[in-house]
């Protein structure tokens, strides 16, 4: 069952560290926000308190783990935002409102496949950490940048893992077929899926044809991060509009449209 969140806190926080990788990936750690926990595929909304006006609406971003004192979070610089959350200095202080959002189901004993595509592997590390039964659970993970610039090493010492890399888009007609062939293998259990547009389209497409039970997590720009802006619509399988941060991001597959 997708489940869905009821409560958001705001709070401020230090900045505790970031560690960085070529290819501008950065593994950001906040000071934990006084959660008593989250669901693994809930999200959090982040806005630097130094953030002028120039930026004026917080990011979101995948929990990627949490523990007592820490919450982690996993991103590529890829704009205005998160150049700025890379340069962060120890005790700035940072605006997070979360756990935002539903999680991925987590049903012990299922056999589990997680397919991650690029920054898709953020909250399978806090997934894999809180499950009650990892060793149900494996991962195919499909990447471009080198697989140093992600925590694949971390997961794959917890669970069965295996990587396939996207060198050129010569690779891409690969890459499908794998994932199409995991998605059909996995008929008897339970697909989670995060990743772009394109892996999820697959993802469901595979789904769908395999009748294999899938859940999708979405990405959309987003404003508010709570359901009041409207900023992060799309359509589910009825054909009605739902609020990504609202009724997500994670859905089953059969209930969401691209
Ligand atoms: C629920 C959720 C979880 C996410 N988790 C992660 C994560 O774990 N790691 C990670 O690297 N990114 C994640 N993202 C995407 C991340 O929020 C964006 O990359 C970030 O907001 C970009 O901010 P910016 O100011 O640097 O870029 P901007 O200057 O705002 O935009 C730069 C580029 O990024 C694109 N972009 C902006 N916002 C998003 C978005 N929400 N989704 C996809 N593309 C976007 C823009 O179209 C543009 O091409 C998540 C998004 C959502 C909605
Ligand atoms: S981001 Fe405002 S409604 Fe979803």
């Excluded at 929990?63 to 200095?89: C, E, N, P, Y």
């Excluded at 979360?98 to 909250?123: D, Q, R, V, Y």
């Excluded at 991962?139 to 610039?149: D, E």
Aim: glycine share 10%; hydrophobic share 40%.
């Amino acid at each position: 069952m997708v489940r869905n969140c009821r409560e958001v806190k705001v709070r401020e926080v230090r900045f505790l560290g970031a560690w960085e990788e070529p290819g501008d990936f950065v593994e950001l750690t906040l000071e934990n926000p006084d959660w008593d926990g989250y669901r693994p595929g809930q999200f959090a909304m982040l806005r630097p308190k130094h953030w002028g006006l120039e930026l004026s609406w917080g990011r979101p971003f995948s929990i990627s783990r949490a523990d007592a004192d820490s919450v982690t979070f996993f991103f590529q610089v890829v704009g205005r935002g998160t150049a700025r959350l890379s340069r962060l200095k120890p005790d700035d202080e940072v605006i997070i409102w979360g756990p935002l959002g539903n999680g991925f189901s987590a049903p012990a004993e299922t056999p589990t496949l997680l397919l991650a595509g690029g920054m898709g592997i953020a909250p399978f590390r806090g997934y894999v950490e809180k499950h009650p039964t990892p060793e149900a659970l494996r991962l195919v993970f499909a990447h471009r940048a080198s697989i140093g610039s992600y925590p694949y090493q971390l997961l794959a010492e917890a669970i069965p893992a295996e990587a396939v890399h996207e060198k050129s888009p010569d690779d891409l007609p690969m890459i499908i077929e794998r994932i199409q062939n995991e998605v059909r293998g996995a008929k008897d259990g339970l697909v989670l899926a995060c990743g772009p547009l394109p892996f999820l389209k697959t993802v469901q497409q595979a789904a769908r044809e395999h009748k294999v039970r899938a859940e999708l997590s979405l990405e959309r720009s987003m404003a508010c991060g709570v359901g009041a802006c409207l900023g992060c619509v799309c359509k589910d399988g009825q054909n009605k509009h739902v609020q990504v941060c609202a009724r997500g991001p994670v859905f089953k597959s059969d209930d969401v449209q691209f």
